[in-house]
């Protein structure tokens, strides 16, 4: 009895200690993003601005989907040592948290401004966008955690790799896609909200899957992820083009629909856009399959 | 219309050439950092197999021939090496397909010899142990009640009937005339009355020790068990939750 009460006593510490963690995410991101140190620090209303909301809470998740991967563990040296390791793992990941998603956003939204976008325009496409961003970053961090078992050199090694190739994904966003990224986005259209965040979404699994695989040389480790990117598209076209030709899938796309009234030029349909952000996805997720969970074993013995 | 029809083709070809030179691409890289084309040694034909195996007197006797993957096979032989004065060993080569369809009869047969004496070496196939034969210094011809004369190893070489894989048979000095005839002739030689090669019952005999049959129909009935289990019994019981329930909660 004795026992199960002091493990729930410390479960319950570990819990206090595990928020009070989150305190020193607050400064790391006010440090990073002067520009919402309003939203950070100051009293949050989430019904005032829903785009603001969705900002925020993203990176909330994001935050969540890390820590959902980070262990302690007692049984090595005390629960001490365990809190102090957590919290250095904790702070090494904020950082690179977001460090992440101010790459990746300075890359996407170059020619975009928080404070314009979310607090004056109040722009859902902008929040969407921010959203997958970090839940993307955050999915990618959990797999390096996962892979690199806690290793500090392992997990920094891995970042920087990830965030090449992450960085050089989004930039392909306008090859694949038919919709004009900063256009849409100053015309506050949802289509490019949802085909952006499939694209991103799966490109993040792809990159996920290709850091998860095992070497225990790191030349090799790198090789391999290359080589998995690779595959991945090669293999993707298929899946779409597989997509679209069994569900019969018509591109109706239009560039430019006009309202009822004739007044405003409305942009292409969210319906577009959805079609083409789950495509993105499940190709992506498809592709997936055939990169990492296709297990040879024997079937081409290496002698 | 013209035009845009151009623009669409160049567009269309534009992307199937990036399709094909990122595939050429990942095949080139995966060729040149690949473990099994490094590792495993090429063996274009029976040509090759002087400068590859080294040493006198050595025998390569072919034990396994068999092709892996799925539309472009991959061919393998698995030689035993006999060396005179050594443990064999096992050696597994990539082989072409023209060099597989070759030796389809020749399993158990050997397929390279070097003599000692003279370092002549011989590529035709033929009954394995062929090399040593009728070398005095390894064993003597025997007459048996019989009348006919059968070739006996010396104490020191007594294991070399196993190590070609013989079982019962005894060698006569009919068997040794006509495979040398067969040499001089450059034809294969599979026995007196075909016990050697892939049909042969003296091969059969020898190969069915190192191969473990296991029919399709077995392989399947396996993979429907272990799908088909339910996981929470018995042992599987124990090892899972050993493993798995290293959490906060158990006990």
Known sequence: ?303 | MVDYCDVYFESKMNRISTYIFLTVVYLVLSMSFSHSEKRTFFIRNEKVFSNYFKGTPITVILVDAFRTGFLIKTYYHKYKIIHGFKVPEDKIVRISKEFWKKNLKNLGMSLFRRSEKGHLENVIPMPPGLLYLGDHFYGRWKYINSGEKIWVFHRGYKHFPDVFGWGDFVPNFKFFKKSKIAIENEKSFYGLHDEFGTNGNITKKFLVDTKTPFKNIDKVKHHLKKFMSIPWTSSNTKKSSSQKNSGVLDE
């Open chain 1, 1 to 303: 009895m004795n026992e199960i009460i002091d493990k729930l006593i410390l479960l319950i510490v570990t819990t206090v200690f595990m928020s009070l963690t989150l305190i020193l995410y607050r400064y790391a991101h006010a440090l990073l993003y002067p520009s919402s140190r309003q939203q950070i620090f100051k009293r949050f209303h989430p019904s005032r601005n829903s785009p603001d909301t969705i900002h925020l809470f993203s990176r909330i998740l994001g935050v969540g989907i890390i820590y959902s991967q980070l262990g302690i563990y007692f049984s090595d040296a005390g629960w001490l040592l365990a809190f102090i390791t957590f919290l250095l793992q904790a702070v090494l990941l904020f950082s690179c948290y977001l460090i992440s998603i101010y790459i990746i956003e300075s890359i996407v939204f170059y020619n975009f401004e928080y404070i314009d976008e979310i607090l004056k325009r109040k722009n859902y496409t902008y929040a969407i966008i921010s959203f997958s961003h970090s839940i993307a970053v955050a999915w990618i961090l959990k797999t390096i955690i996962m892979v690199s078992e806690n290793n500090f050199i392992m997990i920094i090694m891995l970042w920087l790799i990830s965030m090449v190739i992450m960085g050089l994904s989004v930039k392909s966003y306008s090859l694949v896609s038919k919709l004009a990224f900063n256009k849409l986005l100053i015309q506050k259209n949802l289509a490019l909200a949802f085909s952006y965040s499939g694209f991103v979404l799966g490109w993040t699994m792809i990159i996920s899957s290709s850091i998860n695989n095992q070497s225990e040389n790191f030349l090799w480790f790198n090789f391999y992820i290359v080589l998995k990117i690779l595959l991945s598209v090669i293999i993707f076209p298929i899946f779409n083009w597989g997509l679209i030709t069994i569900f019969k899938l018509q591109d109706d796309f239009k560039s430019d629909m006009i309202s009822e009234n004739g007044r405003d030029i409305l942009g292409p349909q969210v319906g577009y856009g959805i079609f083409e952000g789950i495509m993105f996805l499940t190709s992506c997720l498809l592709t997936t399959v055939i990169t990492g969970k296709i297990y040879f074993g024997s079937f081409y013995p290496g002698f």
